[in-house]
């Protein structure tokens, strides 16, 4: 069974940066459109940034020109990396297939920014 596992949060200033990793168990990485998500405190679930098989990527207006997604198929591995951090992306980051799939969700990773 295929598992994907997040990695790499924290606690970290605000302006800050973290490189998120999501590592699968299988090649699913290599064969699907994937993406970032997170879920703040008391709000829902939202795409963050998705990076399709042919390596485009888009992002939410609220990271754009600070996070990038991407992708190594030769390692299974996917990542986020997010600099000049706010607050308000204080959330549990998870990976998923795009659009995502109920099995595929992990326990994910907490950002943590402070103001």
């Known amino acids: 069974q295929v598992q994907l596992v997040e990695s790499g949060g924290g606690l970290v200033q605000a302006g800050g940066s973290l490189r998120l990793s999501c590592a699968a168990s299988?090649?699913?990485?290599?064969?699907?459109?994937m993406g970032w998500y997170r879920q703040a405190p008391g709000k829902q679930r939202e795409t963050v940034a998705v990076?399709?098989?042919?390596?485009?990527?888009t992002y939410i207006d609220a990271v754009k020109g600070r996070f990038t997604i991407h992708r190594d198929n030769a390692k299974n591995a996917m990542y986020l990396q997010m600099n000049s951090l706010k607050s308000e992306d204080t959330a549990v980051y998870y990976c998923?297939?795009?659009?995502?799939?109920?099995?595929?969700w992990g326990q994910g990773t907490q950002v943590t920014v402070s103001s």
């Open positions: 998923n297939t795009a659009p995502p799939l109920g099995r595929y």
């Open positions: 299988g090649r699913i990485i290599r064969f699907n459109a």
């Open positions: 990076i399709t098989i042919s390596d485009t990527t």
